[in-house]
């Protein structure tokens, strides 16, 4: 059947119905949620999988796993692991936890993105978190990168490519 959940709940097996959280909901690995996920208010951790896609109107999804069906952001969504289908962001969209530690975020071949998506950056330290999207549609999307973003030298970001290209820096006039 299909998950309410308004106060703490942990899913370990499969959700046939969907959920929708206004509370705090887990997803573990082993956890699987079918037919969709509403996020309306509350955190919802997903380490396991969702399909049909994921729905995040307000509150927080914290996602390693994976996300099939699409997503719709109009809240605040932290990413590592896959999501695919069409992503439509008006919320946010951060890659990893908003820090700059290496994390990756894949979109899925086949995926249409539109919005923005921030990448934590810290040239100070040489760390940056990463958005793979190769095969998928991204011109529509703005990347944003937050953090750190002028070293010690004064190098910066200069330009940014969308391609397999490396970013390169310029000196700061």
Do not use: C, H, M, Q
Request: net charge neutral; glycine share 18%.
């Amino acid at each position: 059947g299909r998950l309410v959940n308004a106060g703490e709940a942990t899913i370990n097996g499969r959700v046939a119905g969907g959920a929708v959280n206004s509370g705090a909901l887990t997803i573990n690995a082993a956890g699987r949620v079918e037919n969709g996920l509403v996020a309306d208010g509350g955190a919802t951790v997903n380490a396991g999988r969702i399909e049909g896609g994921a729905v995040v109107r307000s509150g927080v999804l914290t996602s390693s796993g994976v996300i099939e069906g699409g997503l719709a952001d109009a809240g605040l969504v932290k990413a590592t692991g896959t999501i695919a289908g069409p992503i439509a962001v008006t919320g946010k969209l951060i890659v990893g936890d908003g820090t700059a530690t290496g994390e990756k975020l894949t979109i899925a071949p086949g995926s249409t993105l539109t919005g923005v998506v921030t990448v934590p950056v810290d040239l100070t330290t040489g760390r940056s978190n990463f958005l793979a999207a190769k095969g998928a549609a991204v011109s529509a999307a703005r990347l944003d990168l937050a953090g750190r973003l002028t070293n010690a030298s004064g190098a910066y970001w200069g330009a940014l490519s969308l391609s397999d290209a490396a970013i390169a820096l310029t000196p700061e006039a």
